[in-house]
């Protein structure tokens, strides 16, 4: 037995006056002279003993009234088997807390976990009376109604609730629950817990806010984790992507398994095909890197999945990707006044280019930067500019901060100090050019190529290395006149190094972007770099390094969570759409940036696995992978007894856990029904105090005291 208002009990101490009453209540007898002792005695002592039994049975009534009229205050209710056959029915408000993430979809003896839940649900709300009143909460988060319901709509929408990679974790479902029981009618509330209990979605620390006491019941479902082999992550390794040429990527297995799998089999799929396969052999819980080569058999953006061997979860036996493959770059090289860009602009022209990618080039004076907006170009030239201002050095470090490429070439007009760039490079994070080697036009050599990073993906498949394993031999120019940089940033890497230890070719990562610096401008005046074979292919793989640094792939998002999509386009432009893999078209909440679009795209619109595209018009601008979230792929149960102490924690009230795997809804359903509080006794309470009282009158008044006939007879006789 319980007691629904426990508090009320203190008013027990009522019942202590009738005693204390009883104590301190004694009769003094009136003396009577009599002839005879002897039957006087005897009629006293006959007396006395009718007085304290009926004095005794007042004080038991009392008492017992004074009990009963305190527990029916106190509302008392009765648990177990017979509660059904005792009071009337107690008025509840249950909440129910249903785990549909995507490991539900899982099997055992009795089936599906997710139709184990949904039938657990539906025999417990069938346990409820029509006037009770029912919450329904999913890991999900908004897929069913958060107001209360009666329990015929409840049963309702647990049969429509479906498995879904979105939503929220089992403990922040779990406090949802205990906060909407806080304003529920009833003051009987309890919440019923269906889940299998995976580690991942008790790993959140969510605490419900005190207040009034719930009863909670855990009902795990499957019982023990099931092997499983997951795709948790892609990545293009080759930062040159081109039609026709090999490109690098690499996968990230992860065996989550107590037992190792050899020869596990892996596939890269492109536009549908398969391009390359592979094998290998993956430890319990340790990721391990499969590395694949493809060719791209065209250009722009190309779909691709990188699939394993089916097993009993397969959310995760493939993960999508997207590839890049432009057809053209657009350059913007800004011409520094005086400079000369002959050589780069008949480095980067078509008629060179053999097959290869080609450079849509746009030549414009430095007086023209600020009119000309940087994010309609892959990557930037700033050739020798004398005068940056304020305005267009920001607009260049916000281009490069939002993935744009930049490359920037000294100016010969003899700015010792390269003021003009230092404020630009310390906006990038860069170090600064403190000042110039040599003299310009001499053709007096201060140095020459000293150490190039031929790992760097700039000089990938450029050259060929040597039968013997030697590193290839690297033509090495002569300098006559250079910049003296000094890199400061942590985000930097010296691709070239000259002779006399200064930076030639230096690369500066800021945030999505990278700026490239050279030492010296594409100029013969400063070095004989634009005369020897080594220029070409250095500017051509320089700019399409720049042009593709953050436009190779497309971004992958976690399906059916909320995301951010940022295109690069000017302000005014058409509405852009997504469309998705079954063919469904929508239009994001979008807003203009000052170069780009901001999409906004909530659960819905990336609810399905596999890849979206982003139209503008009729063109593909943009292609997104959606994949499950690689953390789901985890089936790690947790014991019954540490899942209790994480949910009690959450609804700062005792869990009971009410085994559920390997038994039927219906067994289950009624293992909770002989736990739960059902019956309230309040009623039979308050008819039992009016019972005592009302006996306690009539005891008082229809049951005259024998001593006083026999004083008056007394009396009488010896009168």
């Avoid at 050899?262 to 990721?287: C, H, K, M, N």
């Avoid at 609810?607 to 953390?631: H, P, S």
């Avoid at 008044?701 to 026999?710: D, I, S, T, Y």
Wanted: net charge negative; aromatic share 8%.
């Amino acid at each position: 037995m319980e007691f629904l208002n426990p508090f009320m009990l203190f008013a027990l101490g009522a019942a202590a006056i009738p005693v204390i009453v009883h104590l301190f209540h004694f009769r003094r007898p009136r003396k009577v002279d009599f002839s005879s002792l002897t039957f006087v005695r005897e009629l006293q002592k006959t007396t006395m003993q009718r007085v304290r039994l009926r004095q005794w049975l007042l004080l038991a009534l009392r008492l017992l009234a004074i009990v009963c009229l305190v527990a029916a205050f106190a509302r008392p209710s009765l648990t177990g088997q017979v509660a059904g056959a005792v009071g009337g029915a107690a008025r509840s408000s249950a909440a129910l807390v249903l785990d549909n993430s995507l490991s539900m979809t899982l099997r055992d003896a009795e089936g599906e976990y997710l139709r184990q839940t949904k039938d657990i649900a539906t025999g417990l709300i069938r346990e409820f009376e029509e006037r009770d009143e029912i919450f329904l909460r999913t890991t999900a988060g908004g897929d069913v109604p958060r107001g209360p319901l009666s329990p015929a709509f409840a049963i309702d929408v647990v049969e429509d609730i479906r498995a879904s990679a979105a939503g929220v974790s089992l403990t922040e479902a779990v406090a949802s629950a205990a906060e909407a029981l806080e304003e529920a009618a009833y003051p009987n509330r309890e919440v019923y817990i269906v889940s299998d209990i995976q580690a991942l979605a008790l790993a959140d620390t969510v605490r419900a806010a005190q207040g009034e006491e719930i009863r909670a019941y855990l009902l795990p479902v499957g019982g023990s984790a099931q092997a499983n082999v997951a795709v948790v992550d892609v990545r293009i390794d080759s930062r040159i992507v081109e039609a026709g040429q090999p490109v690098r990527l690499s996968a990230t297995l992860v065996n989550y398994a107590d037992e190792p799998v050899e020869g596990y089999v892996a596939s890269v799929f492109l536009e549908g095909r398969r391009l390359a396969q592979a094998t290998a052999d993956i430890l319990p819980r340790e990721p391990t890197e499969v590395s694949f080569t493809i060719t791209p058999p065209g250009s722009g953006w190309l779909s691709g999945a990188v699939q394993i061997e089916e097993d009993v979860y397969p959310f995760d036996d493939q993960r999508y990707f997207t590839l890049h493959v432009p057809e053209r770059r657009r350059i913007l090289i800004v011409r520094g006044e005086g400079e000369n860009t002959g050589f780069l602009e008949l480095a980067l022209s078509p008629e060179l280019a053999r097959g290869r990618i080609a450079f849509d080039v746009t030549v414009i004076p430095e007086t023209s930067l600020a009119a000309t907006g940087p994010e309609a170009y892959d990557a930037v030239v700033v050739a020798g500019a004398q005068t940056l201002s304020s305005g267009e050095t920001e607009v260049l470090a916000r281009y490069v901060a939002g993935g744009g490429g930049l490359l920037l070439t000294p100016s010969s007009a003899g700015q010792e100090e390269g003021q003009e760039y230092n404020a630009l490079l310390q906006a990038v994070g860069g170090g600064r050019i403190s000042g110039f080697n040599g003299s310009l036009g001499s053709q007096t050599r201060i140095a020459s190529f000293d150490r190039v990073e031929l790992e760097h993906p700039l000089f990938e498949g450029v050259f060929q290395t040597e039968p013997e394993g030697d590193a290839p031999d690297v033509e090495r120019p002569e300098i006559w006149f250079a910049a003296r940089y000094e890199p400061e940033g942590t985000g930097e890497q010296s691709i070239i190094r000259l002779s006399n230890g200064d930076p030639f070719l230096q690369e500066i990562r800021h945030e999505r972007g990278v700026v490239l610096l050279l030492a010296v401008a594409p100029d013969a005046r400063w070095s004989e770099l634009p005369v020897r074979g080594l220029f070409i292919p250095l500017m051509y793989r320089s700019l399409y390094y720049l042009s593709a640094y953050e436009s190779i792939s497309g971004e992958q998002f976690p399906a059916a969570r909320p995301a951010e999509l940022r295109i690069a386009r000017s302000p005014g432009e058409a509405l852009l759409r997504l469309t998705g893999p079954d063919g469904t078209e929508y239009v994001p909440e979008q807003r203009d940036l000052f170069d780009a679009a901001l999409l906004t795209l909530d659960e819905e619109a990336v609810e399905r696995t596999g890849v979206y595209d982003v139209y503008a018009g009729d063109e593909i601008v943009r292609r997104i992978a959606v994949n499950v979230d690689a953390r789901e792929s985890d089936m790690l149960v947790l014991e019954p007894r540490e899942a209790r102490r994480r949910l009690t924690e959450v609804v700062a009230a005792p869990v009971e856990v009410v085994a559920a795997g390997g038994r039927s809804a219906g067994d289950v359903v009624q293992a909770v029904a002989e736990q739960r509080t059902g019956r309230e006794l309040w009623k039979a309470f308050l008819l039992l105090a009016l019972l005592f009282l009302a006996a306690e009158m009539a005891v008082a008044k229809g049951w005259r005291p024998a001593a006083k006939e026999g004083t008056s007879v007394f009396a009488g006789s010896g009168s």
